[in-house]
């Protein structure tokens, strides 16, 4: 089964740095490849799907890279409302993982 | 616009089966390529892929809760329902069922299990 690898598990960054935020899968998953965001007691939401493509109405200092089994999400300005928990998620194989997560708090 | 809905009871007790459904909106689960699927996360953990069900019936389950799972659909109803065998404390959580390949998801039921 697909593995995925997801660093750091938490970090603290101060307003307007960039954040970067790494997942790794266990084999070759193309470029299927979600990035969540999750707000406590909320549901996750879609940001980045197919690894680098934006979703609707998500501001454009998120993006994601990568391809094959190395991918990086990027928050180019973090702001405060950019406080939450990430996740990555595969879709190669009609099985889904996720990365165990990373909570991103303010400096 | 597509919308999912979770509902079962926000208590079991240990031994118990849990059976949950899925109660969506603004597609179909007999249209090609189209998947529900349940998430769970426990209190304070990450998130855990459970099982998914695409419109040819196709079936995929998590390999270590494989044996306690089924997923089944109602497409008449636009229901997917999930149930799990032989609940447990740790088996705590708020469950979520998500759309494939749109990925919108629902706003997660509460499921405690205990004595």
């Known amino acids: 089964d697909i593995q995925m690898t997801q660093s750091p598990s938490s970090l603290s960054a101060s307003v307007g740095d960039r954040v970067t935020i790494t997942c790794q899968a266990s084999?070759?998953?193309?470029?299927?490849l979600n990035w969540y965001q999750q707000k406590p007691g909320k549901a996750p939401k879609l940001l980045i799907y197919?690894?680098?493509n934006l979703e609707t109405g998500v501001p454009s200092r998120f993006s994601g890279s990568g391809s094959g089994t190395d991918f990086t999400f990027t928050i180019s300005s973090l702001q405060p409302e950019d406080i939450a928990t990430y996740y990555c998620?595969?879709?190669?194989?009609?099985?889904?993982?996720f990365g165990g997560g990373t909570k991103v708090e303010i400096k | 616009q597509i919308t999912l809905k979770e509902s079962g009871p926000t208590l079991v007790k240990p031994t118990q089966t849990l059976t949950l459904t899925c109660t969506f909106s603004?597609?179909?689960?007999?249209?090609?390529?189209?998947?529900v699927g349940w998430i769970r996360q426990p209190p304070g953990k990450a998130l855990e892929w459970l099982a998914l069900?695409?419109?040819?019936?196709?079936?995929r389950y998590s390999p270590s809760l494989k044996s306690r799972l089924t997923i089944t659909k109602d497409t008449s109803k636009n229901q997917v329902v999930l149930t799990m065998t032989n609940m447990d404390p740790v088996d705590t959580a708020t469950y979520y069922c998500?759309?494939?390949?749109?990925?919108?998801w629902g706003k997660g039921t509460t499921v405690t299990v205990s004595s």
């Open positions: 197919d690894a680098s």
């Open positions: 069900i695409y419109w040819d019936d196709d079936k």
């Open positions: 998620q595969q879709y190669d194989n009609l099985r889904l993982t």
């Open positions: 998500a759309h494939r390949p749109t990925d919108v």
């Open positions: 084999q070759d998953i193309s470029n299927y």
């Open positions: 603004g597609f179909s689960l007999s249209t090609s390529g189209v998947g």
